[in-house]
C-alpha cells in the first residue's frame, strides 16, 4: 500500500470520491433548493384587479389569496352545487353571480353551505328575492373547476363542481361577456347558511426526493472509488504472494530433484 504506484492509485481514488461528494452535496442543495416554498401573503386581503384579470387563467402565486371586489349580485342566478364537504360533512353550496364594477364581468361567489339540498334551496330563493345593489364581497380565490358528468341515475342538471364554464351557461342575459376563469369563496355569512370552511393553502416545504436519491447514488459511488483502490492492492499483493509462493516450490522441487539418486 506504500508503494509509490499505490500511494499515487490512492490519491486518484481520493480525488474521484471527493468529485463524487461534491456531487452528491450538490443534489442534496438541488433537493433543497427545489422543495422550497416562498411563503405568500395570502391571508393579507388585496384588490381582484391585483390577483385576476377577466377570461385568462389566474396566477399560480393568486391561487388562495383573500381578495375583495366591488359590484353587485345578480339576484336570480344563483345555482346549487353538491357534493362539497365543510367540516368533514357533505352538504351543499350556493353560488351566486357577483358583476365586478369596473371590469364588465362577472364571477361566480361561493356564498355559503348547508347540510341538504332543501336548505340550500331555500336559502338561493332568499338572495334571488333581495334587490340588485353596490355591495362588496371578500373572500378566497381558486381557480375554476372542471365540469364533471353526473352519476348515473342522478339528475343531469346537478352540479358537482364550480365549474365557471357551466355556470356562465346558466346565468341569465350572459351573452357577449367576459368572466373570470375562477371563483371567490366568501368570507361573509349569508342568512339560511353556513360559512364555508376555506383554510389557506399548504405551504410546506417537500424535499425532491428524486434528487435525494441521486445524492445517496453518488456517495455510493465515492465509497466505490476507496473501495476499488483497496481491492487493486490486495489483488496485487494476493498476485506477488501467489508468485512467491510457486518460486518457493518450484525451489524444493529443484533441490528435491538434485539429491535424488
Do not use: C
Amino acid at each position: 500500500m506504500v508503494r509509490p504506484r499505490w500511494v499515487l492509485m490512492l490519491l486518484l481514488a481520493l480525488a474521484i470520491a471527493a468529485g463524487f461528494a461534491l456531487l452528491g452535496q450538490w443534489q442534496l442543495g438541488r433537493a433543497v433548493q427545489s422543495g422550497h416554498v416562498e411563503k405568500l401573503p395570502t391571508e393579507t386581503v388585496m384588490p381582484l384587479a391585483d390577483a385576476a384579470a377577466p377570461s385568462a387563467p389566474i396566477r399560480q402565486t393568486s391561487t388562495g389569496q383573500m381578495v375583495e371586489a366591488d359590484g353587485r349580485w345578480v339576484p336570480g342566478d344563483e345555482q346549487l352545487v353538491s357534493g362539497r364537504l365543510n367540516g368533514g360533512a357533505t352538504g351543499w353550496w350556493v353560488v351566486g353571480h357577483f358583476e365586478v364594477d369596473g371590469m364588465d364581468a362577472g364571477i361566480p361567489v361561493a356564498r355559503g353551505w348547508a347540510a341538504t339540498e332543501k336548505e340550500a334551496a331555500s336559502a338561493a330563493r332568499s338572495l334571488a328575492a333581495e334587490p340588485a345593489s353596490d355591495t362588496s364581497v371578500t373572500g378566497r380565490l381558486l381557480p375554476t373547476e372542471a365540469p364533471e358528468q353526473p352519476a348515473e341515475g342522478a339528475d343531469p342538471h346537478t352540479m358537482t363542481t364550480v365549474a365557471v364554464a357551466a355556470l356562465m351557461n346558466l346565468w341569465t342575459q350572459y351573452d357577449e361577456h367576459d368572466v373570470y376563469e375562477a371563483y371567490i369563496v366568501d368570507h361573509g355569512v349569508v342568512s339560511g347558511l353556513d360559512r364555508i370552511d376555506s383554510p389557506p393553502p399548504s405551504q410546506e416545504v417537500e424535499l425532491n426526493w428524486l434528487n435525494v436519491f441521486y445524492a445517496i447514488e453518488w456517495t455510493v459511488f465515492a465509497g466505490f472509488a476507496i473501495f476499488l483502490w483497496y481491492r487493486l492492492v490486495r489483488d496485487a499483493y494476493q498476485r506477488e504472494q501467489d508468485e512467491l509462493d510457486d518460486a518457493e516450490e518450484a525451489r524444493e522441487q529443484a533441490g528435491a530433484s538434485s539429491t535424488a539418486p
